[in-house]
């Protein structure tokens, strides 16, 4: 509920600016007759009169269009509750693991693993998601993550639908507008597990927490978002949240008919306890998909950096240099059927390794049965700083039940 | 740059746009279908291109850049788009043409739909469509009820061209009339005639047509067909007298190929929508090239 009213006084805070936007664009001609004014100025002038601004209100909705076959007509629908009803999906995910060396305390990560040299199943994730309009001012779309070791809300807003101006503000809990992987779920990601450094250098599970988000959609020929939150960032699971402020701009541009390149720019800046101790993070990253018209595939290839520098009374703890990562892949999605992919990484090293940077060279096949369903088989090799480290393989199994809804490109 | 003088300019904006409504479709079809009743007051744009599978565009970023300042979004519904258009949709900040919006307006809603699954519906039935089939446009007479519905809304978003809109849809009314008439003499030959087409993209062609469809290569919507399936359709083709395959060109025709190949009949590749080949750019061309080609294999 909290978010909600967020999500409405910011909703309200807009409207002086779209009304004088307005109102210095058209100047009021009181000798024309109601029936010849513009209808433009008319809304204005209505505005002005209500004190509101005409594009605060949703755009009027149509009656809903006939349904192309005959609706009963006496006794109304009996479907009406089943109308009204979210869409509810659930998407389940379980690996097999087998690991050549001791993960948990050489490279500690959320990812799937096994103890050393015993492979190990495990049942990943259940997510369900709950989507759907709430009025004609937002939408609402909650995440729900059941695990082995329990349950929890992922994601949970409000977007807005209605803002004039290019803007949209979502509220509630939201992984933070940092980085393109940052922002996906899981099994949306075309690799089984995240790349180590966005682990290691963002955050244990991904960076987000309960906050708001404005974003700007410029009026350019070319689509460019600017994004700010505001939130309280959880990094490692029951650790104190910090407020954290978060920037990101993506650039998408197309390159000819089948090709786009989107290239994004993210810094945010997190509170550690004290007063004056900060983390910095800056990140850049690139997505370039190629797609010729005709036919499923495509190829797409990525990556991320990202940089770490603790400030302050938080430097003296952690140390004062800057920590970075970074990680490349691509995808080759061949047919309906299969895709295949390569990815490199370098990391910080973590656990009981030697400091350093810790690198990982991964390979992925993939099979989908149909849309709902994946089964992949990711290999790599892992080379902790000083040498050490070894082979790890994931089986993965992925399904999805319900309508759950398309994610952004 | 003072607070005053943003917004004069976010004012101005609107000033440089072109005259008549930016109409933006889903299809290349219902793009073709705009401009025969735009009376060339209307720029009309489409989201996908006619050589691309209308199921699976990507959201393209690019592509919600098209629809902010759409004063008119045509698509075609009943879940057609449904994996693609709806972030494009949130994305583009345009609150007019969300689902039911003024500015909205769903082809499908001026149809008569076909293919309502009955009883029980799951995936078991693969990525079927629940609400019916949404391929309307390959039956004339649909698209002739579409092409009425959007200058309605045309005439209904920009009042000072509704008689424009309605002498455009008018004289597209008498040149598809005349068509009407000769495709169904060139498909009177077939008619009650069997094929085989990939995907159920045809019900609507075959309900105007009178041709009849024997089955599809894939055993269920978006489901490859195993070798068992296709020595099945083989022996249906052969027990029914099966002569044409129509496939869509952005679909693989490996599995009509095999099945043409062992029933003795042929395949027969159509542009999926209009531009789906460099020569058909408009909607009769389209309809054209699905009659002669159609009517042709079956002769």
């Known amino acids: 509920m909290r978010s909600l009213i967020v999500a409405s006084v910011l909703a309200v805070s807009a409207v002086p600016t779209a009304g004088s936007a307005q109102s210095s664009g058209a100047a009021p001609q009181p000798s024309t007759s109601p029936a010849q004014q513009d209808p433009k100025q008319l809304e204005a002038e209505i505005a002005k009169e209500l004190g509101a601004s005409p594009s605060a209100s949703p755009a009027p909705q149509q009656a809903a269009p006939p349904a192309g076959g005959a609706a009963p007509a006496t006794g109304g629908s009996p479907y009406a509750r089943l109308l009204l009803l979210p869409d509810v999906s659930a998407i389940g995910s379980a690996s097999l693991a087998y690991d050549g060396y001791d993960v948990e305390k050489r490279s500690p990560r959320g990812g799937p693993y096994s103890p050393a040299e015993k492979p190990a199943f495990a049942f990943e994730e259940l997510e369900l998601g709950l989507q759907a309009v709430v009025d004609p001012y937002v939408r609402a779309d909650v995440f729900l993550s059941f695990t082995e070791a329990g349950a929890g809300v992922e994601e949970a807003y409000v977007t807005t639908l209605a803002l004039p101006a290019g803007l949209q503000v979502r509220a509630g809990r939201i992984y933070s507008p940092f980085g393109r992987l940052n922002l996906q779920h899981p099994h949306a990601w075309e690799f089984v597990d995240a790349p180590l450094a966005r682990e290691r250098l963002l955050g244990e599970e991904s960076l987000g927490g309960p906050g708001v988000e404005v974003a700007w959609l410029a009026p350019l020929p070319w689509f460019s978002e600017l994004r700010l939150a505001g939130q309280n960032t959880t990094l490692v699971e029951d650790a104190p949240s910090e407020l954290t402020g978060v920037a990101r701009l993506l650039n998408y541009v197309p390159l000819g008919e089948t090709a786009t390149l989107g290239v994004g720019l993210s810094a945010a800046r997190r509170g550690e306890g004290t007063a004056g101790a900060f983390r910095d993070l800056g990140g850049a990253d690139a997505y370039l998909r190629i797609r010729p018209t005709s036919g499923r595939a495509y190829l797409a290839v990525q990556g991320e950096v990202y940089a770490r520098k603790f400030r302050g009374a938080a430097a003296d703890a952690n140390g004062g240099g800057t920590d970075t990562g970074w990680w490349t892949q691509a995808f080759w999605r061949q047919s309906t059927w299969w895709g295949y992919g390569v990815r490199y990484e370098r990391a910080p090293s973590a656990g009981e390794a030697p400091a350093g940077t810790e690198q990982r060279a991964s390979g992925l096949v993939t099979w989908f049965p149909s849309e709902f369903q994946r089964l992949r088989l990711q290999v790599g090799w892992d080379r902790l700083p000083g040498g050490g480290g070894g082979l790890e393989a994931l089986l993965h199994v992925e399904f999805g039940i319900g309508a759950h809804g398309a994610h952004p490109f | ?299």
């Open chain 2, 1 to 299: 740059m003072t607070f005053r003088s943003v917004a004069l300019l976010l004012a101005l904006v609107p000033a440089f746009a072109l005259a008549g409504p930016r109409v933006v479709t889903t299809t290349e079809g219902l793009a073709a279908l705009t401009r025969e009743v735009s009376a060339g007051r209307a720029s009309v744009e489409s989201l996908s291109r006619g050589s691309q599978d209308p199921h699976y565009v990507d959201a393209n970023p690019m592509l919600a850049v098209k629809l902010r300042n759409a004063d008119l979004l045509v698509d075609v519904g009943l879940d057609l788009e449904i994996g693609w258009l709806p972030p494009l949709v949130n994305q583009s900040r345009n609150a007019a043409i969300q689902p039911g919006g003024a500015h909205r307006l769903t082809a499908a809603s001026a149809v008569q739909v076909l293919d309502v699954p009955t009883g029980p519906v799951d995936r078991s039935r693969g990525d079927l469509h629940p609400a019916g089939n949404p391929h309307f446009l390959t039956d004339p007479r649909r698209a002739l009820q579409v092409a009425t519905a959007i200058a309605g809304k045309l005439g209904e978003l920009d009042p000072g061209g509704a008689a424009a809109y309605q002498g455009a849809l008018g004289a597209f009314r008498t040149k598809l009339e005349a068509d009407l008439a000769r495709w169904q003499a060139a498909l009177a030959p077939a008619k009650g005639r069997k094929i085989f087409s990939q995907h159920r993209t045809l019900t609507y062609f075959l309900d105007w047509s009178g041709i009849v469809s024997a089955g599809e290569i894939e055993p269920r919507p978006g489901v490859p067909a195993p070798p068992a399936y296709l020595a099945e359709l083989v022996q249906r083709a052969q027990r029914e007298g099966v002569k044409a395959i129509v496939v869509e060109n952005y679909y693989d025709t490996k599995s009509a190929e095999v099945v043409a190949r062992h029933a003795g009949a042929k395949v027969v590749r159509v542009p999926g929508d209009v531009g789906g080949e460099p020569g058909v750019k408009t909607y009769e061309q389209w309809i054209q090239e699905l009659v002669e080609r159609v009517a042709g294999a079956l002769r």
